[in-house]
T-cell receptor, first 114, second 113 residues
Framework: NAGVTQTPKFRILKIGQSMTLQCTQD?????MYWYRQDPGMGLKLIYY???????DKGEVPNGYNVSRSTTEDFPLRLELAAPSQTSVYFC?????????????FGPGTRLTVT | AQSVTQLDSQVPVFEEAPVELRCNYS??????LFWYVQYPNQGLQLLLK??????LVKGINGFEAEFNKSQTSFHLRKPSVHISDTAEYFC???????????FGKGTTLSVSS
């Protein structure tokens, strides 16, 4: 059981470039999430999904897009990268209410935009 | 609307001393509360959670938290800390729709010898 895996671990982007952060979970969780973590700011929810084909915006969705074509995968797309998107990105998954709302986190992707 | 306030951004303590990390919440619906720990360069790991029942919740690594409805608090405690407890700790509350967690800004616990 790998849990939640994220790739890449680190990435440096130039302003205006685009990239996709990959997230996969092998726990058959319906719920999946993308957060960004900035120093002293806690975790902010970017997007979440309650099942394949269903996604919704979180607190800070601007500049990002997501898709959920399968239960296992929840990629996060950055279009036209900006310095403000320099952050650590965490993917998480959960059973929702049936699992006591516990979220399982991946190891994170550290992104720098210069 | 749901929100969480962690009252201390940094808590320095000596090894084997007791520690309390403070968390206040605001919620207009059912209160489900969580504490997560993040060790350096790692993802978050659940320490404990309160969904219902006993207001004293025991978690992993000797941590416990007490849900206090009248004071809208969910403080995390450990009677004797170790160097290995050095980490960032996050308090969280379930959002109104029950679909996602809202996190506090975190408390950095630094344990020294």
């Amino acid at each position: 059981n790998a849990g939640v895996t994220q790739t890449p671990k680190f990435r440096i982007l130039k302003i205006g470039q685009s990239m996709t952060l990959q997230c996969t979970q092998d726990m058959n969780h319906n719920y999946m999430y993308w957060y960004r973590q900035d120093p002293g700011m806690g975790l902010k929810l970017i997007y979440y999904s309650v099942g394949a084909g269903i996604t919704d915006k979180g607190e800070v969705p601007n500049g990002y897009n997501v898709s959920r074509s399968t239960t296992e995968d929840f990629p996060l797309r950055l279009e036209l990268a900006a310095p403000s998107q320099t952050s650590v990105y965490f993917c998480a998954s959960s059973y929702g209410a049936s699992g006591g709302y516990e979220q399982y986190f991946g190891p994170g992707t550290r992104l720098t935009v210069t | 609307a749901q929100s969480v306030t962690q009252l201390d951004s940094q808590v320095p303590v000596f090894e084997e001393a007791p520690v309390e990390l403070r968390c206040n919440y605001s919620s207009s619906v059912s209160v489900y509360l969580f504490w997560y720990v993040q060790y350096p360069n790692q993802g978050l790991q659940l320490l404990l959670k309160y969904l219902s029942g006993s207001t004293l919740v025991k978690g992993i690594n000797g941590f416990e938290a007490e849900f206090n409805k009248s004071q809208t608090s969910f403080h995390l405690r450990k009677p004797s800390v170790h160097i290995s407890d050095t980490a960032e700790y996050f308090c969280a509350v379930i959002n109104q729709a029950g679909t996602a967690l809202i996190f506090g800004k975190g408390t950095t616990l630094s344990v020294s010898s």
